[in-house]
């Protein structure tokens, strides 16, 4: 499996980014993918994920994102995405996409029980 994420940059606070993170080498659709983010000196923590299973799509987020961050994801493209609204300085960090195969519709919001990792995507939120 390998996943390409893109679409980091450089945002205004307030402002909106959106993620996306290409999927390869296996059938997608029994994969849980997550985003997850990591700042400077602190550890990498979760912030959305998305499974599909039985046709119903299930969406977690972080509190702190809750509201303003979107995941998706499109089955035919073997794509993943992140919708980043109304973002703040503390948003900043290298965003991680993250999946797992999963055909029973099990997720975890934590970061050990993903097998596999994009390169990450630096996103800065600043004035």
């Known amino acids: 499996v390998q996943l390409q994420a893109s679409g980091g940059g450089l945002v205004q606070p307030g402002g909106s980014l959106r993620l996306s993170c290409v999927f390869s080498?296996?059938?997608?659709?029994?994969?849980?993918m997550a985003w997850f983010r990591q700042a400077p000196g602190k550890e990498r923590e979760f912030v959305a994920r998305?499974?599909?299973?039985?046709?119903?799509?299930?969406?977690s987020y972080a509190d702190s994102v809750k509201g303003r961050f979107t995941i998706s994801r499109d089955n035919a493209k073997n794509t993943v995405y992140l919708q980043m609204n109304s973002v703040k300085p503390e948003d900043t960090a290298v965003y991680f996409c993250?999946?797992?195969?999963?055909?029973?519709?099990?997720?975890?919001?934590?970061?050990?029980?993903?097998?596999?990792w994009g390169q990450g995507t630096l996103v800065t939120v600043s004035s």
């Open positions: 998305i499974s599909w299973n039985m046709g119903n799509y299930a969406e």
């Open positions: 080498g296996r059938t997608f659709n029994s994969y849980v």
């Open positions: 993250a999946a797992k195969n999963s055909p029973t519709g099990v997720t975890s919001t934590t970061a050990r029980w993903y097998q596999y």
